[in-house]
């Protein structure tokens, strides 16, 4: 298998792609310039995917034109990017509604991104992730599966965007975009087989590897999928995301990926939480894991770039990623006195933009420990009425 770094720059950066958040244009350019002051050098290329779900003319109304004011903000944040080597690249999600037999459908689509071309963009992206795994019915007699839909329709546009942009560059984000939706083995999914058979082989493939968020990416999980796209591919990482739980948020170590995803991959993209200050730090911990820094060291040194208060280190376990699980010694009535006085000094002494980010979470994870005292410690009606919503409310008063 050809290495990807042989021939072109390993990818790294940033997801605008969650749902229930939406950027402003401030808090894009933020990390637009956080990304390229965290750039490392020709050998590796910053990217910024612009993909928010809560953009309804970037997926539920695709067929409408943006406006020209946002296509002028668009483009300026596009040119900042690219003046320091960070890539801007719009995605469109049009999935949910296209029909693959129409050509009002395709003309439509087409326009969209060749208004992102004339803005200024090398590097496309079309989505077709979170939607039904089948043919529209109109369209089952004409395609053998949604796999094949999706490569002529990647063939057709590349050719297409080539005409007025010869060195545009199209990122595809499949339907199967885990091991998890896939039929047995990816080798052998039928989605996957015939998107590959009839797509362009330059067209990189976005994929969250074992699971839409997934405990670990490393060279066993990802070979098949690397084999099947010649190592074409860009890894969505979801290990921070909280859009599915935003009553959450994880912020520990970039644990649990190894070394070897650059070499079978074109890199990583970090889809993570949509709190501006976190999501820089975030990045921070991406940055080190691309120049080969141990997770954990990494993460120390990040959080003693970010001046976080040493009472942080004592809960950081505790909001550290999806895959923590709780023993009895991290609730052992010393341990939870200890993250008591801890999180007081966070919650009401700690002041800056991470504290405002975070405050709820810190808020939260106090109450919960309280919630979980028993004998004369546990917390009374009153209190569990007041700081959980009813029905959370009336579980924790049923199981006492």
Known sequence: MAKPEADRPAVWGYIEGYYGRLFGWAERTSLVDHLCDKRFD???DGAYLYAPKE????RRDWRIRYPAEWRKRFRDLAVRGA?????????????LSFDYLAADDYRVLLSKFRDFQKLGCRTLALLMDDIPPVLPANCAKSFRTLGEAHGLLLARLLADLKVTGPDCRLWFCPTVYTDQFASGPVERDPYLLDLAAKMPKEVTVLWTGPRIIAERLDGKALAGLSRIFQGNVLLWDNLYANDYCPNKIFLGPYHGRTRDIWRLTRGVLLNPTGLPMTDRLLLDLLAAFREGKPAQAAWREVMDRYALPKAFRAVAPYLASPFYRPGPKDLAPARVTALHKALKTLIWDWKGVLHQEWYPYLFMLD?????????KDKPDEG??????PPLLARLLLAKG
Not at 55 to 58: A, G, T, V
Not at 83 to 95: E, F, I, L, N, Q
């Open 55 to 58: 953009d309804s003319l970037h």
């Open 42 to 44: 020709h050998a590796c």
């Open 367 to 375: 109450a919960d420990l309280k919630a979980s005292a028993t004998g």
């Open 83 to 95: 003046k320091r080597g960070v890539d801007v690249v719009p995605g469109m999600a049009p999935g």
């Open 383 to 388: 209190w569990v009425r007041k700081r959980y």
